[in-house]
């Protein structure tokens, strides 16, 4: 069956890691260690929301 806000929400979170991609750093995993990549995504995140 097909749930048209089950959906609607796959394509907000989607559209949001196509986003966090298109910076370089996230998308290519520059980061060694996991804390130092979450601070990475972060930080990408918080640019995208200003």
């Known amino acids: 069956m097909f749930d ?3 959906y609607k929400n796959r394509n907000v979170v ?3 890691f196509n986003r966090l991609k298109q910076c370089r750093s996230v ?3 520059y980061d060694k260690t996991a804390t ?3 601070a990475t995504i972060t ?3 918080l ?3 200003l």
Request: overall charge positive.
């Open 4 to 6: 048209r806000e089950l």
């Open 14 to 16: 989607g559209r949001c």
């Open 27 to 29: 998308a290519t995993r």
């Open 43 to 45: 930080i990408a995140a």
């Open 36 to 38: 130092s990549y979450q």
């Open 47 to 49: 640019l995208q929301w």
